[in-house]
T-cell receptor, first 113, second 114 residues
Framework: GNSVTQMEGPVTLSEEAFLTINCTYT??????LFWYVQYPGEGLQLLLK?????DKGSNKGFEATYRKETTSFHLEKGSVQVSDSAVYFC????????????FGTGTRLTVIP | DTEVTQTPKHLVMGMTNKKSLKCEQH?????MYWYKQKAKKPPELMFV???????INESVPSRFSPECPNSSLLNLHLHALQPEDSALYLC?????????????FGPGTRLLVL
């Protein structure tokens, strides 16, 4: 079956620190992988995505590489800002079903000045 | 433009009320979704519409009734809800259903049932 395992939070970092949020997945076939971000009181925003092995998704300084050999899609950012404080969800969508999104549990990030 | 809009932003209702949530997209997407999100949890899928037809109902109680009047609109009719139904209700859309397509989410309606 399909599932996503995401690094437990919460994560607290100082401004300009390096961020890694781990995400591993189990899937039948070759899924698309996503990172969504949810700012306080808001809906989910697509942060980045990758649709095949070795693809790198990037946006707003965040990056994640689709690693088939380790079934991982870790989120990284070189220098976080206070405005990056949010909940981050890793998700996968397989190509065989009705486009269900399988979410990880979410990781809350707080960046302090 | 990847915008999905939802109204209202907030809703308070009693257990005997009838209300509706509305979702709209103008991206030409043919798949639309309703999710329920409780605090500190990921979204849970409720319904999927593909080409205006209901394709997935994730065993949602009948007090939630979805409707897709056309390819741009999705409604969720609410009746006789329970306090445990209080949550953030998210709408999403994608070009088609399946094939690992990207889902784009709206800002959500925060529902409180008293």
């Amino acid at each position: 079956g399909n599932s996503v395992t995401q690094m437990e939070g919460p994560v607290t970092l100082s401004e300009e620190a390096f961020l890694t949020i781990n995400c591993t997945y189990t899937a039948t076939g070759y899924p698309s992988l996503f990172w969504y971000v949810q700012y306080p009181g808001e809906g989910l925003q697509l942060l980045l995505k990758a649709t095949k092995a070795d693809d790198k998704g990037s946006n707003k300084g965040f990056e994640a590489t689709y690693r088939k050999e380790t079934t991982s899609f870790h989120l990284e950012k070189g220098s976080v800002q206070v405005s990056d404080s949010a909940v981050y969800f890793c998700a996968l969508s397989d190509r065989t079903g009705a486009n269900n999104l399988f979410f990880g549990t979410g990781t809350r990030l707080t960046v302090i000045p | 433009d990847t915008e999905v809009t939802q109204t209202p932003k907030h809703l308070v209702m009693g257990m005997t009320n009838k209300k509706s949530l509305k979702c709209e997209q103008h991206m030409g997407h043919r798949a639309m979704y309703w999710y329920k999100q409780k605090a500190k949890k990921p979204p849970e899928l409720m319904f999927v519409y593909s080409y205006e037809k209901l394709s997935i109902n994730e065993s949602v109680p009948s007090r939630f009734s979805p409707e897709c009047p056309n390819s741009s609109l999705l409604n969720l009719h609410l009746h006789a809800l329970q306090p445990e139904d209080s949550a953030l209700y998210l709408c999403a859309s994608s070009q088609v259903s399946g094939r690992g397509e990207t889902q784009y989410f709206g800002p959500g309606t925060r529902l409180l049932v008293l």
